[in-house]
């Protein structure tokens, strides 16, 4: 009976695993390509100031490219690393 209760949580971690290690390895092979076909040597995800003091995310994954604007996650970050006493910057 013991067996029968553990089944799905088994079932759900090595789908996730599944999931996480084929993401993890189309965007390996994504920014490999793209390094040796065209000499293109940027990160998938990039961080970029922004003119206004902000911040951007750059993606550029799988031939697709956008920009995010992470001002307030940068800011929850930083106040974050701050309460906690983490030297940063």
Known sequence: MERKKRQPFYF???FSLFLLLTAAGLLTVDY???RLSFGDDD???Q???LPNGGT???IK???AEGEIDITELEK???FLLDF???PHR
Request: aromatic residues 8%.
């Open 56 to 58: 951007s995310l750059q």
């Open 47 to 49: 961080t970029a100031e």
């Open 12 to 14: 759900s971690l090595g």
């Open 43 to 45: 990160l998938p995800f």
């Open 76 to 78: 929850i970050y930083h």
């Open 84 to 86: 906690s006493c983490i």
């Open 61 to 63: 994954v799988l031939g």
């Open 32 to 34: 490999q390509g793209r």
